[in-house]
Every structure is written in structure tokens, then in C-alpha cells.
């Protein structure tokens, strides 16, 4: 076994506009400068845009496999005496 040593990470967190918390991992002996947490805060938007549309995709297709489905309905007429 060799004596490897883990890489440093740090971490950047911050709240977009809606309200929404992001938290980044990033690898390095120093905090990150304003361009690179401005390219997280860029990736973080697009990656939780893309999540958004994959939940509604999803819920979308949800919605059309219920409407697909058979229902059930009472029949009511006059017998026959």
C-alpha cells in the first residue's frame, strides 16, 4: 500500500434568486477567485434547469400514462320486464 495523500477540496455554497441552495466541491489548495465561483454558479443554473425539465418530462409522461388508462363507467339502462 503506498502513502497517497488525499486531495484538498473546498467548498462554495450560495443562493440563487428562487431561493435555491447550491453547494460546489472543488479541488485545490486555495479558495476559488470570483471568475471560477462565477463559473460554478453558471453550471450550478444549468444542471438545476436540466433537472426541472427531467422532472416535469417525467411527471409529464406521469400524466399521459393516467389519462391512457381504461376507465370504468356505470351503464345505466331500463331492463327488460
Same mark, same amino acid.
Given at each position: 500500500?503506498?502513502?497517497?495523500?488525499?486531495?484538498?477540496?473546498?467548498?462554495?455554497?450560495?443562493?440563487?434568486?428562487? =431561493?435555491?441552495?447550491?453547494? !460546489?466541491?472543488?479541488?485545490? &489548495?486555495? @479558495? /476559488?477567485?470570483? #471568475?471560477?465561483?462565477?463559473?460554478?454558479?453558471?453550471? =450550478?443554473?444549468?444542471?438545476? !434547469?436540466?433537472?426541472?425539465? &427531467?422532472? @416535469? /418530462?417525467?411527471? #409529464?409522461?406521469?400524466?399521459k400514462a393516467g389519462r391512457a388508462k381504461p376507465s370504468l363507467r356505470l351503464i345505466r339502462g331500463e331492463g327488460s320486464s
Open positions: 500500500m503506498t502513502d497517497e495523500t488525499m486531495p484538498q477540496y473546498h467548498s462554495y455554497s450560495w443562493e440563487d434568486d428562487d =431561493g435555491v441552495q447550491y453547494v !460546489a466541491l472543488y479541488p485545490g &489548495e486555495k @479558495e /476559488a477567485d470570483e #471568475e471560477r465561483k462565477a463559473e460554478l454558479r453558471t453550471m =450550478g443554473a444549468r444542471m438545476a !434547469a436540466d433537472l426541472v425539465a &427531467e422532472q @416535469e /418530462a417525467e411527471q #409529464e409522461a406521469e400524466q
